[in-house]
């Protein structure tokens, strides 16, 4: 899905788009958000050196949640009343399901952009706001299994870190997609 921007959005800042990346440079998720950091300023750099969007350059204001989900919403509500057109919040499930939950992106009527947790709870309902960049994790785990059968493989193991209700969760699904692919 793209983003569609309005004209007032376009107007809001007339020199140059700006974009906010609200996620945890430091904590334990430190280094895969440093690593997104690092491939969205490239690709800004890319785009900015090839004359931007429509003449005007994109800016990336990144801010650190620390991996700690009050901070994340505190960060977002202060992000969406910026110039800011969108947030990219590619990490951290954590805050993103705080920011999902207080409906901020609706009242805000701030785009975040970018997710990639795939848990189920934070890709439905279908949220206008939210737009994620792959496949939600169910999905991930049957075309694990849909590869791990057409191989062969008759055995399958599930190993997972948090909370019990999510890896039965997974398990369960794991289970019955070995079902349907034999």
Same mark, same amino acid.
């Given at each position: 899905?793209?983003?569609? +921007?309005?004209? $007032?959005?376009?107007?809001? $800042?007339?020199? @140059?788009?700006?974009?906010?990346?609200?996620?945890?440079?430091?904590?334990?998720?430190?280094?895969?958000?440093?690593?997104?950091?690092?491939?969205?300023?490239?690709?800004?750099?890319?785009?900015?050196?090839?004359?931007?969007?429509?003449?005007?350059?994109?800016?990336?204001?990144? +801010?650190?949640?620390?991996?700690?989900?009050? &901070? !994340?919403? !505190? +960060?977002?509500?202060?992000?969406?009343?910026?110039?800011?057109?969108?947030?990219?919040?590619?990490?951290? $499930?954590?805050?993103?399901? &705080?920011?999902?939950?207080?409906?901020?992106?609706?009242?805000?009527?701030?785009?975040?952009?970018?997710?990639?947790?795939?848990? @189920?709870?934070?890709?439905?309902?279908?949220?206008?706001?939210?737009?994620?960049?792959?496949?939600?994790?169910?999905?991930?785990?049957? &075309? +694990?299994?849909?590869?791990?059968?057409?191989?062969?493989?008759?055995?399958?193991?599930?190993?997972?870190?948090? *909370?019990?209700?999510?890896? *039965?969760?997974?398990?369960?699904?794991?289970?019955? @997609?070995?079902?349907?692919?034999?």
């Amino acid at each position: 899905a793209g983003l569609g +921007l309005t004209a $007032s959005m376009l107007a809001h $800042s007339a020199g @140059e788009f700006v974009i906010a990346q609200v996620a945890p440079f430091t904590g334990p998720v430190a280094a895969e958000a440093t690593e997104f950091n690092a491939g969205i300023r490239l690709a800004l750099k890319a785009a900015n050196a090839a004359g931007g969007i429509h003449g005007r350059q994109v800016v990336l204001r990144s +801010l650190d949640d620390e991996y700690k989900p009050d &901070k !994340t919403v !505190t +960060l977002f509500n202060q992000v969406a009343a910026t110039e800011a057109l969108a947030a990219l919040m590619p990490v951290g $499930s954590p805050g993103m399901t &705080k920011v999902l939950k207080a409906q901020l992106p609706e009242t805000q009527k701030f785009p975040i952009i970018g997710v990639i947790p795939g848990a @189920e709870p934070l890709r439905t309902p279908l949220n206008p706001y939210v737009y994620h960049v792959r496949a939600g994790d169910l999905e991930q785990y049957r &075309k +694990l299994v849909d590869h791990a059968v057409t191989t062969g493989l008759s055995r399958i193991a599930v190993a997972y870190a948090g *909370a019990e209700s999510s890896a *039965a969760t997974v398990v369960s699904e794991v289970e019955e @997609e070995a079902d349907l692919s034999r």
